[in-house]
């Protein structure tokens, strides 16, 4: 990807902030869906999200698997159906457990590393696409969920072939560590930790109330940041022992050289959650794996156009595009 940050945003803060609160996400009217209820293997359920607009007979299906506290609706989701529709292509963002506006039944959320979540997801949109004799399915994931879906095609090694045609992650924190450290400092712990958590804390309060007694109430209130979050909640509600478990297992930089389809991995080098220095050089990913680098961006920014507005289409553009050429 050759992406030349806007003169008028300098520094990743600001590609990343202005790309999520003020740039232009769509060519065209905000993107219409139609909501699917689907019951889990576990007895809960997720909410899936198909876009409405036209598409063309047997198109392919494009799949996006959102970023922490994130929706169909978020500025990264918009301008990937904005793009589809303009291609023509079906469009789908299934919400991890607890996203989609309404609370998971089971005791549990969702995570970085929730590779079985994935395959049973694009294992039933594939089945989908074939009964309907349409295209392949082609996956995106954005941040924790481009983590989780870099994670799943590592795991599957062959067997993902059979799913997906390609996949693609932009800015996941490929090594959690790094990224779960480096978003407890500074600017992005009196920024964007403090963002996160004002949705997370509450979610996860609603969940003990679901189920007494699941954790430390006192702790997870005392959370200042992801790794203390994630020590009372996210791991030992996902089967790690703790922080440090979680983070190690689930990150998906270990796995990218076993990927056997086409995947591309997007990471600004000035991304303030993801630090330079812990992404994968072409050793750690493998024949399989594309990497994209580019100086700037931001975390999920990459905004391009003209004063003072500016559009995200771009990112959708230069990533669906890479897809479809290897649909």
């Known amino acids: 990807m ?3 940050a806007l003169w008028w945003l300098p520094g990743g803060h600001a590609q990343t902030i202005w790309s999520a609160l003020l740039a232009r996400r769509t060519h065209g009217p905000r993107p219409v869906y139609r909501r ?38 978020s500025h990264y989701a918009e301008a990937f159906a904005d793009w589809a529709r303009e291609q023509g292509l079906a469009y789908a963002v299934p ?31 594939a089945a989908a696409q074939r009964a309907a004799g349409a295209g392949p399915v082609l996956a995106v994931g954005v941040s924790l969920g481009g983590n989780a879906l870099m994670r799943w095609a590592g795991e599957m090694g062959d067997a993902a072939g059979a ?23 500074g600017f992005n712990r009196q920024v964007y930790t ?6 997370m804390q509450p979610r996860a309060l609603a969940k003990l109330r679901q189920f007494p007694g699941l954790f430390d109430e006192a702790a997870l209130r005392a959370a200042r940041d992801l790794y203390a979050f994630d020590n009372v909640f996210t791991a030992p509600l ?13 990150s998906a930089k270990p796995h990218l050289a076993r990927i056997r389809v086409p995947a591309l991995a997007l990471n600004a080098r000035n991304d303030p959650f993801v630090p330079g220095n812990s992404l994968p050089k072409p050793q ?29 289409r771009g990112l959708a553009d230069a990533v669906g595009g890479w897809l479809l050429a290897h649909s």
Do not use: K
């Not at 359920?45 to 922490?68: K, M, Q, W």
């Not at 089967?239 to 297992?249: I, K, L, P, S, V």
């Open 2 to 4: 050759n992406y030349r």
């Open 36 to 73: 699917e209820r689907w019951d889990t293997p576990d007895g809960d359920f997720i909410d899936v999200d198909f876009a409405t607009h036209a598409r063309s007979s047997g198109a392919p299906l494009l799949v996006l698997f959102h970023g922490l506290e994130g929706s169909s609706r």
């Open 95 to 125: 919400h991890f457990r607890g996203c989609s506006g309404e609370i998971n039944r089971a005791p549990r959320a969702y995570h970085s590393g929730d590779f079985e979540e994935i395959d049973w997801i694009l294992r039933r949109l």
């Open 163 to 185: 799913v997906v045609a390609a996949v693609a992650s932009i800015c996941a924190p490929l090594d959690l560590a790094a990224a779960g450290h480096a978003i407890g400092r």
């Open 194 to 199: 403090r963002m996160f958590l004002r949705s």
């Open 238 to 250: 996902h089967g790690f022992r703790n922080t440090e478990d979680y983070w190690a297992r689930a």
């Open 284 to 312: 750690h990913a493998g024949r399989h794996v594309t990497l994209w680098q580019p100086e700037g961006g931001g975390h999920v920014g990459f905004a391009a156009g003209a004063w003072p507005r500016g559009q995200l």
